[in-house]
């Protein structure tokens, strides 16, 4: 992959995982903990993510396409931002795990695909890579539970079939991701909400990876 001319000021920190695997929280922990800039996931400005969910093979390609530029725009953003960034969720992911998921069960047909898969390659040769890719797998219960609890209206009804057929792409990426340092976070097991331990735990195993790099907000 071609790689965009570099900011030497800034460190980019990416948090990837499944529907329901805990990246805002994630995102909301370290903001409050660290002085960095968030980037967060622009679900809610998506104007064609209602009519997705009600039918995905007539608006997928038009959905998956807003979520690619806009993540775009976000990444360009942030490769200019100086100090540390944290972005919820990748465009790596928008391309290799949804899209792909959405062209493996013939939402997307090849045509589409074929512009949409071309505009993703472009876009990497534009882009800088995560210094550090964190990656929260959780079980599919745990998923489905916090999905549920959280009360989004547009998920209520995503078919289990297809959050495991995400599940398998997303462990199938993250096998063979290697743009950048991995930190595998089992979500289901560590409460970095509340737990004072996992807080902790979490904390040195990030800074343990970007040496240096972080600072406590208020130091």
Request: one cysteine or more.
């Amino acid at each position: 992959m071609s790689k965009a001319a570099t900011n030497q000021n800034r460190k980019f920190i990416a948090i990837a995982g499944n529907i329901g695997s805990g990246k805002s929280s994630l995102l909301d922990f370290l903001t409050d903990t660290y002085d960095v800039s968030p980037f967060y996931e622009p679900n809610d400005d998506n104007p064609y993510l209602p009519d997705f969910y009600k039918d995905m093979k007539r608006w997928a390609f038009q959905s998956q396409l807003y979520f690619l530029s806009n993540k775009f725009r976000i990444h360009q953003e942030a490769d200019r931002t100086d100090g540390v960034v944290i972005q919820d969720r990748t465009i790596f992911e928008d391309a290799e795990i949804f899209a792909t998921a959405l062209h493996q069960m013939r939402k997307i047909d090849s045509r589409d695909w074929q512009t949409y898969w071309n505009f993703y390659q472009t876009i990497l040769k534009a882009i800088q890579p995560p210094d550090l890719m964190i990656y929260l797998r959780c079980p599919m219960r745990t998923l489905r539970r916090r999905i549920r609890v959280r009360g989004r209206k547009m998920e209520q009804d995503i078919p289990l079939s297809y959050l495991k057929r995400l599940e398998r792409l997303y462990e199938n990426w993250i096998d063979d991701y290697t743009l950048s340092e991995v930190l595998v976070l089992e979500s289901n097991s560590l409460n970095f909400v509340d737990d004072l331990v996992d807080r902790q735990d979490v904390h040195e195993r990030i800074e343990a990876l970007l040496p240096a790099t972080l600072k406590r907000s208020g130091v």
